[in-house]
Nanobody, 121 residues
Framework: QVEVMESGGGLVQAGGSLRLSCTVS????????MGWDRQGEGNTRAMVTR???????EYADFAKDRFTFSRDDSKNVFYLQMNNLKPEDTGIYIC???????????????WGQGTQVTVSL
């Protein structure tokens, strides 16, 4: 199956920046969708950002104007640039892709194990 792995998490001060990477074992140009979720306090999970074929981007309200999605198809990697981090951004960031099932109008979803981001005061 498709393998997905996050990297780039760590401990930063409020106001700092991190860039998370998501490496995918198959061509990301063939994926139906890709993006990032965040597992925060109490294991609450929320979408951070999502890209879907057709050029559709979505950002959570807390991510708008601070977080930016980008991709490098030649490396099968996509990124989440996080600027002006706040303590409430602390959590486990999980990347995922959705792959179209051949010959079917359906997708299979794959996700990584997550990378920890901790933002201190």
């Amino acid at each position: 199956q498709v393998e997905v792995m996050e990297s780039g998490g760590g401990l930063v001060q409020a106001g700092g920046s991190l860039r998370l990477s998501c490496t995918v074992s198959e061509s990301i140009s063939s994926m139906h969708a890709m993006g990032w979720d965040r597992q925060g306090e109490g294991n609450t999970r929320a979408m951070v950002t999502r890209f879907t074929v057709g050029g559709i981007f979505e950002y959570a309200d807390f991510a708008k104007d601070r977080f930016t999605f980008s991709r490098d198809d030649s490396k099968n990697v996509f990124y989440l640039q996080m600027n002006n981090l706040k303590p409430e951004d602390t959590g486990i960031y999980i990347c995922s892709v959705s792959k179209r099932n051949p010959g079917m109008y359906s997708n299979t979803h794959y996700w990584g194990q997550g990378t920890q981001v901790t933002v201190s005061l």
